[in-house]
């Protein structure tokens, strides 16, 4: 079990080392993650490297029996990369090139960048690649920047090229026609930027997804460098948020490891629910292997407003659900908190005021509690929440509906229910086996595949209880509203077809005394029966048998009792209390 | 009486269209607005044409009785274009040159812009002027978009040099000296770019005159091309909002047919009073004759937050006010919902879900209904509100007394208590020969001529009665304050002298009962009585008889209520309700 | 005493002039401030000099008794400065680069706009610096114009070299180490602009101080002009807002006269209390020399939302207010009312309803009882309130451990709490001596140097009583946490060592009755006394003797009542009421 930090030592003085290693020991800490911003220390302009500081820091780790997880350097490039490359800076959608000054100052995309990462990355692997201290790499840090410059247009179209093969299929794919929008040659297209209204939503769509290759490449080429020069495995650490423009399933295949950022913003049991979401997302990308909690917070919270502390005690109990949900290590952001620099707010294992602290008792609680556990074995998943980042993406694209869908929210709700009733559930890409589960709950699901639709259906063919929210399976992967009656893909499965939306500006009672929150339909049975009505008699929430199995079709909004009623009944869950 | 939509076939696959005139037939639809955004197809490089598409689309229509409102496709530049003139491109206040992405992305002034135009709409009009489905011509869409370029520089200068004559005379109207921006030369006068900080008002007013001659001059030379190819009537559509720089007035003296795009956003009585005071509007722009409804939702209405379903019965009932008040036509937007574009949430006479629907089944009961009229007579108005679109622009000035002002809102619920209390209302200009009115309602109307204040004294003189609401005719048509005593150009008239305006953070009562909202002032008598007063005994309310008629004053916000109760005493409506 | 304002007389004609002086004549006025915004009728072209209407206006005013206050007018350069020197332009964090249209379109360290400057306050200088009427300088107005141009990015540099004197030294001071900002050549330092997430907030501090030293060359560069050329007396009127960059007590020690520009935004007593803050403000500035009121509304306030107006006699009693604390001199803006540019709507001595008005008779009455007035004696500060822009602007900087802290409110409450309790309250810089006063209190003032905080103890051990807010003393003045507990500077002096910050959601009650609000803390004694508790025990409110005095230490955000009650245990105030 890995426990311990992000380790900046190049950010203090070399005196405050020996305490730092005495300290760690103290607390057990096994594992530091160095040099995750460490570009400018250790290459100081360009070409010229000073190694000098981290040699000794790794030495020091080792001989006090810490184990490095090696930085690559690439998320913040220092200063004299901004004067050297000014191409290679990002861009917003506004076409403001943005400077040094803060973090993630480059485009992924800029030749420059890639070539300076390679440089620095190369150096570091093969002066610690063998290092006895380096067990892990871990590549760049929190992937997720997005550029619009001209690098990346060109790299877009290459991308569309070879996604769509034709500019006829691109122009059909993004329903072009719609407000002029045909492209008659490749150089036409552009990344989304600025526009004088509402942007194409099939064109955002395909940029996310682009972002999230584009940056795969650029994790995979360090990837490739530091395996060359060593057998440890190697990840990087996804921010849990629906901004990032990363397919988690299509990264996990690719890391060594799947790591996580996680930092919660609800006390008490609402922080476990958030943890065990967390912790299954990770555990289900990792496909049931060890996964890392590569950062949290230390005692505390952040919301837009304030700091908030952990009740005495919720940290250990908290680092404790992490491992018994399968995380192979416990990692928190930072093990000294910071003097200085944008985070200095940040707390750090060792806080401010030094180890005499609550907070470092409490780490030290915690190390020595997760030395003495045995191997977690996290349940196997019986009910699966589909997961598809594809499909939350195109949730946020402006014009639909109504505003507030949210696909990681809907996947959350979807998820705490089963926590809070101790049903062990993991998540699926649609496209996955779905056999081995006795449950299947779709959230929100925008977008689905003609493929994904008749996998779900197999599944509810061979036995499987399938549950379906509102607004899934309406389009196709190109976001294109599939016709004749919504929900398009699964129309014919959950055996209802739905002639209108009708989003609610406010709660309605249902037949069952449940109520529906946000959204409504019109739906007409075609197969189904309706167990629970709007107040007009019309179906609210509808069940379908087919073949062995059972699909259920909710087409409103529910909140947690509505919800654990509906999978009671259906049995997914023993009772809904 | 025309009935139908925008049509969009090519969006779709030519089998669709076999449907398409199938569902036509069977709603009545008589008129297709047809190629609105079809520039990128007729054109797909830079002077090559296809028309075949358009060709089979209007043979189709006519040979299933369905005539055609051919729209020429400027409002959308294809992608060929961004790249060929990309000095043809919008540029925002702060710079940012916009690109394609979207839909009206150019800039009216760029002679590229302008040459392009001509060039698709000249091919057009030669090819379908004389097609027998051509019935009208709808020209661009929904005129608006405001550019901050050096053509549009170029082009301000030359049109303030036509306005102001000379520099000296600009400076002046301009009150230049403030905050020394007094120009020397022409060349130093500027789109309102980004600046420090308040920008001139009557700069910023100017600006929006400007645009409104800009985005006109872009029309009749349209106009001008097509009516030279055939004798139908020329059109475009107005965007009922406060937002366009528009002068109504100007704009339609040059339709054949005044066309407006309307969107409700309230339910039941609310969604009909706003139906009533568009059709209105359109009605007193058209100067009496009819007037076309070009577009509006299918069934549904668009807020920021979710679209909301009308009510069963709802859509019918409003199409029919459209057309009791005048409409020669009731069309929607569109005909069929798309699959795909930054629009495709936006309902369809034909919906997602099929002509089997509650929309379409809502669409031919309409059709059938607007068939089975008698042409509609509406009622010469026998109130007038003034409207003047530069008065409600100078409103949308930052630095006024108070935030909230809002020429369009004040307007409208001055319409709304004629409304409701069946008086039958118009529009007028404040130079209009006004004697045909038995009362003319003066919402906030903050600039005014001398011209117009004349013509309002005359117009009480001769026995009119006059109601003014706070704020109007306090500045002059170059937004200078008249100074002496507001409200300055209506003083003698009204008999009041105010010393100074209050606005309120809150509701006031009134000595008759009635409450006074977000604006109160000082008011001296000069010749009116007091018939309201506020709670320290000042007038609130006056009125002045002067030769035969009557000049009231208004001098606070009142609700629906307290305003009947001003025109029951002032004999406008019979009775407040 | 001063008594007047702002003219603009080159905004009206001639004939306006004539009853200008009359009416000032009768209102009492003695002192103008004229010339603010005049460049453009100044200097019509570039180096072409229009004086005769200055001539006039300054031998009418003087003939007429009203001495003049002349200022440059280089607060807003003429248009053809910004096409003659585009270079010249003050460019947005995002690269935007602004043009005239409003006013401070410069940038402050471009070569054009110094030499322009010079130029026109040379001319000026020469004309009037010996006129009879010129009494006083007012140069330029209200500085505050932030810029991040190539030209602010060489000579914040040099600025650097100055204060920091070696790179190393820089990149310890700003913590560059962390993100990777180490700085390995001078020319790599910019102004903080557009970045890909939070800023350095060193970097933000150094930059707000390099802007206040900027101005201040700017201005000194005048002020030195006009010495030259005349013995009046120099000033520059002080925004009273956070946001300018102002060191006012550096600033303080170079004009001839601490001038500030106050605009209330509270009626009544609140309304009293601002001005007492304000003025009391600017006679600590003056170290107690006369200050003088350059701004001020007449009759009215300014809220985002609306005007409002004064009651009746309320501007006068204000008037008296800062004459009261110390003014020499009660001006206001502006004399006539605008009756166009972007501040037409704020009021004038002189009312867009003219002489016969509220607002004028009250200002002839506030004239007649300044004139009236005996000088005035202000009592002598016995309390201290500790100013620093420095910690006041670091307060600004994100990511702090709670939003809402703000240096100006912070101080502000305190000195209201003195002020209702009447006790002569005045500020001082923490490098201050202290010695006069028997009690000093700190706001929360987040930067403290070592220097200063040695005087506060030594403040305390001379039997000073000390009283000190939450968040004071936890930086040092290169914004880096003062480490080993908070608060670092402060911890021995008081007392205590605080482990942890826990700012809060809500109000709590302490063990005393009175509430904590916005902040609390984990507070260890260490020396120190509890005298109040949190729920929980833990110390609340704390009290250290030290030598012949006291420290207090408030570690919660308290409200008048709950400061009131702890100032009277501490002695300052005799009784909270």
Known sequence: M????????????????????????????????????????????????????????????????????????????PPWFTLAHPDAMPVRADGVRLVHGSRDTYCVNAPAYRAASRRVVTALAERYGAHPATVMWHVHNEYGTVCHC??????????????????????????????????????????PRATQWRANPAHLLDYRRFCSDALLGHYREQRDIVAAHGPQPVTTNYVMAG?????????????????????????????LAQIAFASDLALSWARGKPWLLMEQGVGVMYTQERML???????????LEYAARGAAGVLHFQWRASRGGAEQWYQGMVPHAGADSRVFREVMELGRRLAALPPARPARPEVAILWDDEAGWALQNPGLPATGLDFWASAQRAHRVLWSHGVAAGFAHPAHDLSGYRAVLVPSLYLMSDESAAGLAAYVEGGGTLVVSYFSGVADPDTRVRLGGYPGALRDLLGVRVEEFRPLAGP???????????????????????TVTYADGGPAITRRRAGAGTAWYLSTGLNASGYAKVLARAGVIRRAE
Not at 515 to 530: I, K, N, P
């Open 2 to 77: 890995y426990f311990g930090g992000d380790y900046n030592p190049d950010q203090w003085p070399e005196d405050v080392w020996r305490e730092d290693v005495a300290l760690m020991r103290a607390a057990g800490v096994n594992l530091a993650t160095v040099g995750v911003f460490s570009w400018s220390r250790l290459e100081p302009s360009e070409g010229v490297y000073d190694f000098g500081w981290l040699d000794r820091v790794m030495d020091l780790l080792h001989d006090n029996g810490v184990q490095v997880n090696l930085a690559t350097p690439t998320a913040s490039p």
């Open 150 to 191: 001209d690098h990346c247009a060109a790299a877009f179209r290459a991308w569309l090229r070879d996604r769509h093969k034709s500019l006829d299929a691109l122009n059909e794919a993004w329903t072009a026609a719609f407000w002029s929008q045909r492209y008659s040659s490749w150089e036409q297209v552009l990344p």
């Open 508 to 530: 309605v009672t249902l037949s069952d005394g449940t109520t529906g929150d946000l959204w409504s339909e019109v739906v007409h049975l075609a197969g189904a029966t309706a």
């Open 309 to 319: 502390a952990l009740e005495p005690g919720e940290h250990v109990r908290r680092g």
């Open 243 to 271: 901004w990032t423009p990363l397919d988690h399933w299509r990264w996990s295949a690719e890391v060594d490891l799947v790591a996580i950022d996680h930092y919660t913003d609800e006390p008490g049991d609402g922080g």
